[in-house]
């Protein structure tokens, strides 16, 4: 391994963005076949990075969001001076985020132009407006300058996290799933705010449905979502349908979710790992669009309201009726969890 085959990655600190980080991975990877890459990143994320397998190295950076914490990004970055980078890039577009590389004194830092960071960066790239998703802008910081954008993310580029199928079997035995039966996974939560949030009740509701079919429920989220979680669980009115929320690790949720027949979730973090561990998705949209952040997976539904007022991007309803949630009812995800069930089955008869 020479300095010219490895790349340093700052990568975001939202769970999400994390996963849809992989396709940038993806595609230094396929145009870099001996490219090692490593990423900088919260320690909530690493096990996470360990899924995906164009990732050689994790390095943790503790600071808290929003946090400058310039001393541990001082420390991180005089540590990282004798791994000889060649390149960096900064998927954040903060100037703190540009600065572990430039204290590591890689030669080239690639960024997006944001908050005043000429120097920290010395590639910095102009946000073309034909990057109108997320994953497409950091697709675009591992393309060649000037390099025309992806219209659309090309398959073999969609994130992909490994699961494990030992850990799955130990998840089955500990929350009472039946071993080798389909269950379903349904996540209410959303940090970003109550208008990314679909009411836990009409999530109550679905997850009635589901279990009435048969099938095992389980609701996952943070430990931040247990109440949540609970109200889903109380509305269903199932022995079938469990709250797991704050009750598994993060890659315990991948595991899950790539076993799971449909995965029903709001546009948050744990969609994209849905979409990424493999599962059929649902994914419900409120405040924000499918346009911007959808799940990357061909086995998609999406639930959306495109109301005059939408999308705000807000965290609260600005008009405080929340149309675009309270006028979902449980029974067009439940169409559209048979119609993402389908679209697997076609998938898989391919």
Known sequence: ??????????????????????????????????????????????????????????????VGHGDLGLGRRLSLGRRLRSE??????VLPRSAKAALVPWFARVPRRTGFRGEWRYG??????????????????????????GEAPFDVLPPHLQPRLRSDAQNLERLRAAHGLRAG???AALMPGAEYGAAKRWP??????????????GSDV????????????????ASAGSARVRNLCGATSLVDVVDLLAAADVAVSNDSGLLH??????????????????????????????????????????????????????????????????????????????
């Open 1 to 62: 391994m020479t300095a010219a085959d490895k790349v340093l990655v700052v990568g975001p600190s939202w769970v999400g963005d994390m996963v849809m980080a992989q396709a940038l991975y993806k595609l230094i990877r396929q145009r870099s076949p001996a490219a090692e890459i490593h990423v900088v990143a919260p320690p909530w994320s690493l096990p996470v990075l360990e899924r995906m397998p164009e990732v050689a190295r994790g390095i943790e950076l503790a």
């Open 84 to 89: 000889r980078y060649a390149r960096a890039v």
């Open 120 to 145: 920290l960066l010395n590639d910095v790239r102009r946000l073309d407006a034909r990057l109108d998703q997320t994953v497409k802008r950091f697709v675009a910081l591992g393309q060649a300058p």
């Open 181 to 183: 039966a389909p269950f």
């Open 200 to 213: 836990a009740a009409r999530f109550g509701a679905v997850a009635a449905a589901l279990a009435g079919t």
């Open 218 to 233: 389980v609701v996952l989220g943070s430990a931040k979502e247990r109440a949540i979680g609970e109200e889903v669980a």
């Open 273 to 350: 790992v849905a979409a990424a561990a493999g599962a059929p998705v649902v994914a419900v949209y409120g405040s924000s669009s499918p346009k911007f952040t959808p799940p990357l997976t061909e086995s998609a539904a999406i639930v959306w309201l495109e109301l005059e007022c939408s999308p705000c991007f807000a965290r609260e309803c600005p008009l405080t009726h929340l149309r675009c949630l309270n006028d979902l009812s449980p029974a067009m995800v439940l169409r559209a969890a048979e119609a993402a069930r389908t679209m697997r089955r076609a998938e898989s008869g391919r």
